[in-house]
């Protein structure tokens, strides 16, 4: 699925503003897709083109007008579909993990850096968690037992990468430098020893 099915998800709920959609992917999918104003306010205008949707400018209460999206009933049966027809892949594309495979090569300072921002990060969205089940959703989601899930969902993971990574950061950084010294020698004794760098046919001028 991507942003433009989530923007229908987020409008069977009821009508609803960009900010109100980018909120929605915020505190219900924030642990397990991103989507900013960038991508949502263009799918909208996709949709809107579509048919799939409709938007209407309404005055705002405290400031300028407002454009609500109302999801079409051709918009719905269409997201219905989409929901039938999606494979249930669960995708993990994680920088943070990449640079702990070579955390050895990292800095240790570098290191410290990276585990403290994720974990940050990990409490942020825990913490959204928490305020979205806290203030209710008042578009009535957590009411759906779907809803919930998620919620649940994500705090298991999140809470419980939370832990890991508080656990066993140490052993990171223990032989981290001595590892990255290593690595350097062997690259270099394979420089060395390698044919290719003695029979380049190089000559002295």
Do not use: W
Not at 17 to 25: A, P, Q, S, V
Not at 56 to 69: D, F, N, V, W
Not at 115 to 134: F, G, P, T, V
Not at 161 to 174: F, P, V
């Amino acid at each position: 699925m991507d942003v433009k099915d989530l923007c229908l998800g987020a409008l069977t709920y009821g009508d609803a503003t960009g900010y109100d959609i980018k909120k929605f992917f915020e505190s219900t999918f924030g642990h397990c897709f991103q989507a900013g104003y960038g991508s949502i306010y263009p799918a909208l205008a996709e949709l809107t083109e579509a048919g799939l949707v409709t938007a209407r400018t309404e005055p705002g209460q405290a400031g300028p007008s407002r454009k609500l999206y109302h999801l079409t009933e051709t918009g719905r049966r269409a997201f219905l579909a989409g929901l039938k027809a999606t494979e249930p892949q669960h995708k993990v594309k994680s920088e943070f993990l990449v640079l702990m495979h070579f955390a050895h090569l990292l800095p240790p300072a570098r290191l410290d850096a990276v585990l403290d921002q994720h974990l940050r990060e990990l409490e942020r969205k825990l913490e959204m968690i928490d305020a979205y089940e806290c203030g209710g959703a008042g578009d009535g989601r957590l009411q759906h037992p779907g809803t919930r899930f998620v919620c649940g969902f994500g705090r298991a993971v999140m809470g419980a990468a939370r832990d890991y990574i508080r656990t066993h950061r140490r052993g990171l950084g223990q032989h981290g430098s001595e590892a990255a010294t290593r690595s350097t020698k062997q690259v270099r004794a394979r420089s060395k020893a390698s044919p290719a760098s003695k029979n380049r046919g190089y000559t002295n001028a």
